[in-house]
């Protein structure tokens, strides 16, 4: 990942890109399905958990940011 990133910012100087590991892109893969409303099981699948729990522990976070997301639609709905 580092040389991918190396030769990418050498070849294009105005679009450098900040260093990154691979299991940094795994998190943003993981984290911005979350956020897009995929279902738990489904993106614990993609990421090879044998039980959505432990996407769930990893990523509580961003369930935390669904739900008061939730909790303001809710409430805008509510008060017309």
């Known amino acids: 990942m580092p040389k991918l990133i190396e030769t990418h910012n050498k070849q ?3 679009a450098q890109l900040p260093h990154a590991r691979l299991h940094d892109l795994r998190h943003i893969h993981a984290t911005t399905l979350l956020l897009a409303g995929v279902p738990v099981h489904v993106v614990a699948a993609r990421l090879g958990h044998a039980d959505p729990a432990i996407t769930l522990r990893v990523y509580a976070h961003v369930i935390y ?16």
């Open 12 to 14: 294009n100087p105005r």
């Open 65 to 80: 940011e669904q739900a008061a997301t939730a909790a303001e639609v809710f409430a805008r709905v509510i008060n017309g």
